[in-house]
């Protein structure tokens, strides 16, 4: 499999039209066939997602409406382009594929070239739309997740975690002292600084599911689910550790020769779906408490059922 060609799934119970639609593509682009909704679902739900879809309406079994809503509805799924080629050629049909999220619509006998100029512009499309969501979730000067990112994060990995009854904890850390660095130091050190310890703190966190982003100002939250407090508390030793290999030169005005962090921490079984701030609060106060005890440090709020 060539890493650099898009994939298709063409869903489609023709063979004939399978064999069309495979040979005008398969040049460019990686081909996934299924011959019914049932099995397109099967190759959505345990294979990588392909970029786009070719779907027909008229199958046995899962109709192509009926898995365009499955698709629709599933967050990791949802947004990718849907493409009807179907031999329904009434307006009405036309209507209804688009009000359920096709982003166009071919009727057979189809032109297969026609057909692949509309996968590469929708896969353009895409690609664009993309892009400009990836910097719509990232911190300008940091380079990793911004608020409104931890903000949709924090939302899914708490339902998650309600959903599977899984420990999920967050860790709110805030650099020590940043103030009297950048007016020792100056603002372009500052932003370099804060630079650094995002990189340090985003390459702690090592599992894929592990979620770093900054909150504001100096203060990171890093989200880590099915983690416990003992897990929690691993990962805060290690930022801790990792920060202070830095070796950043801090101000003399502070006590402390090198930047240090203070972390807050709290681990929760969520058990109330309208509860979700309430992690934030408890992690918020330990990040205070670890603060009044001489920064440099992690503290923790006791697991309360939320």
Known sequence: ??????????????????????????????????????????????????????????MPGIDGYSLLEKIRKTDELRDIPVIFITSKTEDADQTHGFALGAVDYVTKPFNPKVVLYRVKSHLELKKRRDLLARWSVIDELTEIANRRAFNDAIGKEWRRSLREKTYLSLLMIDID????????????????????????????????????????????????????????????RKLLENVSELKIRHAPSTGRDFVSISIGIHSVVPENSSAMSAIIENADKALYLAKSKGKNRFEFIASLKL
């Not at 495979?22 to 990588?48: C, F, P, Q, R, V």
């Not at 630079?195 to 340090?200: E, G, L, P, V």
């Open 1 to 58: 499999m060539d890493n650099e060609k898009d994939t298709i799934l063409i869903v489609e119970d023709s063979e004939i039209n399978i064999q069309i639609l495979s040979k005008s593509m398969e040049a460019d682009y990686y081909i996934k066939i299924a011959t019914s909704g049932e099995s397109a679902w099967a190759i959505l739900k345990s294979e990588k997602p392909p970029d786009i879809i070719l779907l027909d309406i008229i």
């Open 177 to 236: 002292n940043f103030k009297k660095y950048n007016d020792y130091y100056g603002h372009p050190a500052g932003d370099a600084c804060l630079r650094n310890i995002a990189n340090a703190i985003n390459k702690t966190l090592c599992r894929p599911g592990d979620f770093c982003a900054r909150y504001g100002g100096e203060e990171f939250a890093c989200l880590l689910p099915s983690t416990d407090l003992n897990g929690a508390k691993h990962i805060a």
